[in-house]
Nanobody
Framework: QVQLVESGGGLVQAGGSLRLSCAAS????????MGWFRQAPGKEREFVSE????????DYADFVKGRFTISRNNAENTLYLQMNSLKPEDTAVYYC?????????????WGQGTQVTVSS
């Protein structure tokens, strides 16, 4: 059974940092694109960042460029999101996804999410 388990969320003050992790099990994703998404209360899920299988290509939503960094460790089957200079508007549930099969939001596997709350 494939599982993606996010961790590292929590409560942080504006300007602070958090590092999210997404541990995959059940199969290896070393050949797949992986990504991070988020969903704030009352809003639709939105794209945050993605990384190709080797880590040679990354993409970010405009609202996180220069603040967030996506990375992966294929040997550990783990995806990361380093979040710096956090803002209250970054408050959301953050989801990792693995195995992109189509457009930006079309992933085969999703985690359950981890809450990130940024206080002002």
């Amino acid at each position: 059974q494939v599982q993606l388990v996010e961790s590292g969320g929590g409560l942080v003050q504006a300007g602070g940092s958090l590092r999210l992790s997404c541990a995959a099990s059940g199969r290896t994703f070393s050949g797949d694109t992986m990504g991070w998404f988020r969903q704030a209360p009352g809003k639709e899920r939105e794209f945050v960042s993605e990384i190709n299988w080797s880590g040679s290509r990354t993409d970010y939503a405009d609202f996180v460029k220069g603040r967030f960094t996506i990375s992966r460790n294929n040997a550990e089957n783990t995806l990361y999101l380093q979040m710096n200079s956090l803002k209250p508007e970054d408050t959301a549930v953050y989801y990792c996804a693995a195995g992109r099969v189509g457009d930006r939001y079309d992933y085969a596997y999703w985690g359950q999410g981890t809450q990130v709350t940024v206080s002002s």
